[in-house]
């Protein structure tokens, strides 16, 4: 039949639509991968090619003898799975407390809780440096971990744990009272397993806002075996200035490949994570 | 009766809850937004360290500074572009993948990967792409095309920072899009085609206004957003060329981290925070007005 053709010609269009509309979403990583097994030579040929013949390593050795890289992707990965830990303890007991436990002036201190999340983190930066730098934590961790684990991802956290908490039936939290259970009992064994969708939304969205700090860790961190990540990529330049193109896209490779792996395997709490921070 | 009743034992336990996520908000958000008011009255000598109260002069300075009128032009640009084109697009992608058919998780998965990388490698890798003799005017060469330096002129330096900034996000509005959509009832489509409808008008009436709570969460969301984009300026322009791509967020890091004007610095940085607490509350009034609801 004529309308079964036109429906798969309506079907072929849509899927090269969306096939050109993707290039410029796959093509920089594509590209960078690329680029990083090429030798520096070949970097910038013309016509630029994915292809080499000659496939080497060497940027990737290079990153890490150029500066402490391991030991900066380190710094990255503790900091964000400490922030992440920190975050969901202390965004699920605020959100339980806020949603369900009835005390005076819950209103208002929720309130000023979420003033936290209309504040951009430049506003503060300046004061806050002045502060860590008062406290002798300038040049260390602590700033990176404290602010991230209570500031505004928390806040967006425990707004996001308080919308699962509120819709939650009242009737398992009864039960369990006349079972003999106190609050901090009611919240750990029966609401926070519960929780586990919104609980991996958040330890999602948390860890990403960790991993992609850059601005916080340019102020507080001169050291070079204390930078995260996204500082450490920025600083592989030759003695004149000049980019060390193929070893930053080797650093690169290795900063953006697990992240994607990760993203592929558990793609659906990724997903689901974001429209729920965003729709309730 | 125990002095411990229930009721008594829950209100500590709400006090106790919440202390924690409390005194992060006021230690990390609210003591240092006083902490900046004060410092935007003061005077600050970064070398002598000493604080001199100058009351209004740096409020004064904003209006004689002659690189803000461009920085908040490009702060505008910005912040506009980013807006329109990451709301378009990704209303455009959410319709597109709106449907069934083969490969469609696959599509949403391409579109929504680069919000998983890092901000600074995908910067970097577009810096690396956008050069010169780099990869974009490379595969235009093939086609016979000479590009523009992209990043050395202050326009197609500024629709580079917003298109690679759209791109990397532009997942996160598409994902809030596709929920929405699928939560528009399907006997509305239905009954519209029976009246009629063409699919414009199908869209323009019915899919609209069902999904404009989203559209103005989106908004305010991305708005938000493109006014804190540091990491992307930083990596990509330095601000440049000339001040070009020099957004609030920058010059307020500039000043108080380059130059040293902790003082100025700072009231730059409530400036900032005026213009994100306005858009807030100018987005949460139209609320009423533009936006649709069921009940």
Not at chain 1, 144 to 171: D, K, W
Not at chain 1, 199 to 207: D, E
Not at chain 1, 252 to 277: C, D, K, N, W, Y
Not at chain 2, 101 to 110: D, M, N, P
Request: charged fraction near 10%.
């Amino acid at each position: 039949m004529s309308s079964k053709s036109a429906r798969w010609g309506r079907r072929a269009l849509l899927v090269g639509a969306l096939g050109v509309l993707a290039i410029p979403f796959v093509i920089p990583t594509i590209w960078m991968v690329a680029s990083s097994v090429k030798p520096l030579s070949e970097i910038f040929a013309s016509p630029p090619s994915l292809w080499t013949d000659h496939p080497t390593l060497a940027a990737y050795t290079e990153a890490f003898t150029f500066q402490p890289f391991a030991r900066q992707y380190l710094n990255s990965v503790y900091i964000a799975v400490l922030v992440t830990l920190i975050t969901l303890l202390v965004s699920s007991l605020a959100g339980y407390a806020f949603a369900r436990i009835r005390f005076p002036g819950a209103n208002a201190l929720f309130l000023v809780v979420l003033a936290g999340l209309l504040v951009p983190s430049e506003v503060t930066i300046v004061p806050l440096f002045q502060l860590f730098k008062r406290a002798g934590l300038i040049n260390t961790h602590w700033p990176l971990i404290l602010v991230t684990a209570l500031a505004a991802p928390c806040v967006l956290a425990t707004f996001i744990m308080r919308q699962f908490f509120i819709a939650l039936p009242v009737e398992l939290e009864e039960a369990a009272r006349l079972d003999g259970l106190g609050r901090p009992a009611i919240w750990l064994r029966i609401c926070v397993p519960l929780a586990k969708p919104a609980l991996s939304a958040v330890a999602i969205l948390t860890f990403l806002a960790s991993w992609n700090l850059y601005l916080e860790p340019t102020v507080y961190i001169t050291s070079p075996e204390l930078f995260t990540l996204p500082q450490a990529l920025t600083r592989f330049t030759d003695a004149y200035g000049g980019q060390m193109w193929n070893t930053q896209l080797a650093a690169a490779t290795m900063t953006v490949l697990p992240m994607l792996v990760v993203f592929v395997l558990a793609q659906r709490q990724f997903v689901e994570g974001i429209a729920h921070s965003g729709l309730k | 009766m125990s002095f411990w009743t229930t009721r008594r034992r829950d209100v500590l336990t709400g006090y106790l809850f919440i202390a924690p996520q409390l005194a992060g908000v006021a230690l990390f958000v609210l003591l240092p937004v006083g902490m900046a008011i004060w410092y935007s009255l003061n005077d600050w000598n970064i070398f002598t360290g000493r604080q001199t109260f100058v009351g209004g002069d740096n409020y004064a300075a904003l209006t004689s500074d002659p690189q803000l009128p461009r920085v908040l032009l490009a702060t505008a640009v910005f912040s506009g572009g980013v807006v329109i084109v990451n709301i378009t697009l990704g209303l455009l992608i959410a319709v597109l993948l709106n449907r069934r058919f083969r490969g469609v998780t696959l599509f949403r998965t391409l579109f929504f990967s680069p919000v998983v990388v890092s901000v600074v490698a995908w910067t970097l890798v577009w810096g690396f792409l956008l050069q010169d003799n780099g990869g974009i005017n490379g595969l235009l060469g093939t086609v016979g095309i000479t590009g523009p330096n992209w990043l050395q002129h202050g326009g197609t330096a500024m629709a580079s920072v917003i298109i690679t900034q759209v791109i990397r996000s532009v997942g996160i509005n598409m994902v809030l899009f596709l929920a929405a959509l699928q939560g528009v009832p399907g006997e509305l489509y239905e009954a519209a085609r029976i009246d009629g409808a063409s699919s414009r008008a199908i869209f323009a009436r019915i899919t609209l206004p069902l999904i404009s709570p989203t559209l103005l969460l989106a908004v305010i969301v991305t708005v938000v957003g493109a006014l804190q984009s540091f990491a992307q300026i930083a990596v990509l322009t330095e601000g440049g060329p000339e001040l070009s791509t020099t957004v609030l967020v920058y010059y307020v890091y500039q000043q108080a981290f380059e130059f040293n004007d902790i003082g100025y610095g700072s009231t730059l940085a409530l400036l900032l925070l005026s213009f994100v607490m306005i858009l807030t509350l100018v987005q949460w009034q139209l609320r009423r007005k533009w936006v649709f609801y069921e009940q």
